[in-house]
């Protein structure tokens, strides 16, 4: 009888051992399949993510396709030096003057977009905490007249536009410190490094330096002082893939 209950008892061990072997074998299945689904599951979020960025890519190129580059009062009217505005006394609406405590406003006068003027003050006020001084605009709005006038004394076509055709009658378009050659500018330690601080940080603001690559491509010799305030995609565009706006405007 002992010996019965003997066999008995190691027959329910082994069982017990049996049933704890193959609890643990499930559970490992299950961690594994578990594992497995995991990363199938993950690997179908990557693809989301993926397939989510270039539908996002492809409405912002899309975007900046559709933009408006021949109406005068678009934000992104293109000019050079064969492309003109539409009405030779073109004047939006909504000026506003450029003075404030961030901004040395050298003729006491000069005016910009208010669309323009709200990024310009943002500008310059990250420049005055950057530098601490202010930041120095030389000219902005110019009429066809005043353009005229400049033309008419001096300035030759690879360094002013001519009337009727310059970014200056857009009210969007500032020199800031000197307009003068690139030469000072690469030559006045100030300037230097207002110029790289610009390159880097205009752009956030949404203003383009128009002028960067010679007489071939932008019509005009290059102009480190010459920033125009372009539609917020379009400046991050023309930034992110290093194109002037005139590259742009000969590639679409
Ligand atoms: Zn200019």
Known sequence: MKKIRHK???????????????IIFSGLLVYI????????????????????????????????????????????????????????????????????EYIFDTKWYWKV??????????????????FNIKLKVVSSYRSYNYQK?????????????????????????????????????????????YFEWFKENAHKYWFHNTYQRWLEIDWYEIEPWHWRYMWKDLAKYLFENELTIAEYYNKI
């Open 8 to 22: 008995l008892n190691k027959h329910k061990k082994v069982s017990i051992s049996i049933s704890v072997i193959l």
């Open 33 to 100: 399949d578990y594992n497995n689904a995991q990363k199938v599951l993950d690997s179908i979020k990557v693809i989301d993510f993926e397939a989510e960025l270039l539908k996002r890519q492809e409405q912002f190129l899309n975007k900046i396709k559709s933009l408006d580059l021949e109406t005068d009062n678009s934000i992104t009217k293109f000019v050079n030096n064969e492309i003109s505005f539409n009405s030779i006394d073109y004047i939006p609406e909504g000026l506003e003057s450029i003075k404030s």
């Open 113 to 130: 977009r208010k669309v323009a003027n709200d990024s310009l003050q943002k500008l310059a006020k990250e420049f005055y905490m950057e």
């Open 149 to 193: 006038g400049i033309k008419d004394r001096w300035c030759p076509d690879n360094l002013c536009a001519k009337a009727w055709y310059s970014e200056h009658q857009s009210w969007l378009a500032v020199d800031i410190f000197a307009a003068s050659t690139q030469q000072d500018w690469q030559t006045n330690p100030n300037y230097t490094k």
